[in-house]
Structure formats: structure tokens, C-alpha cells
């Protein structure tokens, strides 16, 4: 069994002496390990940071064996974060959350290209992945089939002065509909509507949106709870935020 695909580096972790296990999310195999033989020298450590562009030749005796991969770098998108700790942090956050929630070997095309644009993004730091990182996992959660309804008011169907979620259904909640439970409720930031620019506060409350049901729906079997490294990632985020208005 052989194949060729293009993909992103999600994590490589020592294998023996001289080896590597690479998790890679491709376009037309998914989320797929394989091993690298040599991975753990310092020639192909550079090229196994998360996040770089790769084209990939596996083979394997069996389609679910591990197989191995051969590899060559296409972009080091990865690499040119390392610099920079708030977006190696949103990198590492978005690598470990597709590890978690993606079946392994099954395609997911539109994530492939999801996660490439979140890169695009990261590779510019005017500050404007945050929201984008919000997005990505929003775009995550509908890909996965548990996509959030913002368009419109659960209760009335109003479209506009949507300002909460409902924790349960995913839909959005008016002010007025909302005021009477709103303490039960899930605020909703207005850029996620289109209606308003994402200031840090918006961006945390973004995350916590998406962190409810990335839990709710695909995690709720994980004993393990949420992905440390998005923990990481949002605890970087609050402190940001309190030192912005100290």
C-alpha cells in the first residue's frame, strides 16, 4: 500500500534512537501518523516543527498499519513562528485540537484547507489570527457536524441584537429573548456576527463559546478533558488581556 499527499505537521515524537512518529493532517487521508526513519536527527527535526508544509509518500504492508512516510518540505510555515510565543501558542493550541477531534485516516479536505489559512494568517502579526482562531474552530465543529446556528434568534427568529448562545442547542439568543435565563446562557461576541471588531475580551469569550461545545460534542467521552496546549494558549490570551488594562 503506498500513497503520495500534501500535509501539515501536527507533532513528531521520538521513535527509538533515531526515528520519529509524525502525525500529519493531510487533504486526502486525513489525519494520518506515520514513521520517519532519521526523524529525530538534527537534519529532519527542522522540518518536523507543527505547522509545516510537507509533501508525504507513505507506505505500509496494510492501510492501517503505520506505516512510513518519506517526506520533503514544501513551506516552513511553522518554523518562522518560533520566535514569536502568542502565535507558536495558537499554533501549538490548533495542532493539538485537530489530534484530538479528527477521526484518524479519514478525509477532511475542508479542515486541510482551514488549517492552511490559519497559517496564512498566523504568518502575519498584526493581531488579526485571534479572531481567526476563533473562527477556525467554529469552522471545526460544523466540518465535524456539530456547527453552530449565529443567524438568528432561537426563541423569536429575530436576526438581530444577538448577543447569547444556548449552551444546549448551539443557536443564538437575542437580548430581549435571553434577558430572563441569561446567567444560563453563553455570550455571544458580536464579531462572530459580523456586527463588531474582536478587542481581546471578544476573542476570549469566542473561545470559551467554541470551548463549550468542543467539548460537549466530541470530547465528552475524554477523560482527559480539553487539549493542555489550548489551555496554554488561552491562559497566554487572559494575561494579554489583564495587562492591557492595567
Not at 32 to 61: C, D, F, I, T, Y
Not at 68 to 76: D, G, I, N, Q
Amino acid at each position: 500500500m503506498q500513497w503520495s499527499d500534501q500535509g501539515y505537521v501536527l507533532s513528531a515524537r521520538r521513535h527509538g534512537e533515531t526515528s520519529a512518529i509524525v502525525s500529519l493532517l493531510t487533504r486526502e487521508h486525513g489525519r494520518h501518523p506515520g514513521l520517519v526513519r532519521g526523524g529525530a536527527g538534527r537534519k529532519s527535526r527542522g522540518m518536523l516543527q507543527p505547522g509545516n508544509r510537507v509533501e508525504a509518500r507513505w507506505r505500509g504492508r496494510l492501510e492501517e498499519h503505520l506505516g512510513t512516510y518519506t517526506l520533503e518540505l514544501a513551506k516552513a510555515q511553522g518554523s518562522v513562528l518560533l520566535d514569536d510565543a502568542d502565535r507558536l501558542a495558537c499554533l501549538a493550541s490548533a495542532s493539538a485540537v485537530v489530534e484530538q477531534t479528527l477521526p484518524e485516516r479519514h478525509p477532511y479536505p475542508a479542515v486541510h484547507e482551514a488549517f492552511g489559512a490559519l497559517l496564512d494568517a498566523l504568518s502575519t502579526d498584526n493581531g488579526a489570527w485571534r479572531p481567526v482562531y476563533v473562527r477556525w474552530e467554529l469552522g471545526l465543529l460544523e466540518q465535524l457536524g456539530f456547527g453552530l446556528d449565529l443567524t438568528s434568534c432561537a426563541a423569536t427568529g429575530a436576526t438581530d441584537d444577538l448577543v447569547y448562545v444556548s449552551p444546549k442547542s448551539g443557536r443564538a439568543v437575542s437580548a430581549a429573548a435571553g434577558e430572563a435565563y441569561k446567567e444560563r446562557l453563553l455570550p455571544l461576541p458580536a464579531f462572530l456576527t459580523g456586527s463588531g471588531n474582536a478587542d481581546p475580551g471578544d476573542v476570549l469569550a469566542g473561545l470559551t463559546l467554541t470551548g463549550h461545545f468542543l467539548e460537549r460534542h466530541l470530547l465528552a467521552h475524554d477523560s482527559a478533558g480539553i487539549a493542555p496546549a489550548r489551555e496554554r494558549f488561552i491562559h497566554r490570551l487572559a494575561r494579554r488581556e489583564t495587562g492591557s488594562r492595567c
